[in-house]
């Protein structure tokens, strides 16, 4: 997406570059052991690619991997949890 949101189409792959989510930041696990989890990114180590999410529902803390996570922007209570 450019910055009127709109999608950008025929961006060759080697263009992009992965944007990290921001510490406290909202954050939807995307795959792995818990896809779908939904919680703010408490703290990432860009050195070992990992972070831990909080949980917005149990307030667990998660050990994920980096790639598995991203910046969630919408409306949380679209997630159904």
Do not use: C
Not at 42 to 69: C, F, S
């Amino acid at each position: 997406m450019d910055e009127s949101k709109e999608i950008v189409q025929g961006v060759s792959q080697d263009m992009l570059e992965t944007a990290l989510p921001r510490r406290g930041g909202p954050v939807l696990v995307l795959s792995g052991k818990y896809k779908g989890a939904f919680g703010s990114l408490v703290e990432r180590d860009l050195d070992r690619e990992v972070g831990v999410v909080q949980d917005a529902d149990t307030h667990e803390l998660l050990n994920v991997k980096l790639e598995q996570i991203a910046e969630y922007i919408g409306d949380p209570s679209l997630l159904g949890h």
